[in-house]
Nanobody
């Protein structure tokens, strides 16, 4: 299992930048996928970007060319660099990790969330 703690949220102006960080502790080698999700006020939580243990990265269309997901090696910190921010990027950003817990038998899938960090884009 792993534990996740997000940081780096705050207030930014339209066109500005923020860098979010997701600190990972625990059995990092058990992770297969780390993703950033966003939940805007009154809306459901939605996927923003993902990175695999092999460092394959994917983005939703609305953030392509503006956001970059990256991770250290090993994946003890996963970042989300957000540039050219828009008001619609406002929301609580959550880090999510999926993998297989291999500390003991039987191996079990895990799906872990951080506590979230607020991002507000406003002039």
């Amino acid at each position: 299992q792993v534990q996740l703690v997000e940081s780096g949220g705050g207030l930014a102006q339209p066109g500005g930048s923020l860098r979010l960080a997701c600190a990972v502790s625990g059995n990092i080698d058990s992770m297969e996928l780390v993703s950033w999700y966003r939940q805007a006020p009154g809306q459901e939580r939605g996927l923003v970007a993902s990175i695999t243990a092999g460092h394959t990265m994917r983005y939703v269309d609305s953030v392509k060319g503006r956001f970059t997901i990256s991770a250290e090696i090993p994946m003890n910190t996963v970042y989300l660099q957000m540039n050219s921010l828009k008001s619609e990027d406002t929301g609580v950003y959550y880090c999510n990790a999926k993998g297989i817990a291999t500390e003991s038998l039987p191996f079990e899938d895990f799906d872990t969330w951080g506590q979230g960090t607020q991002v507000t884009v406003s002039s």
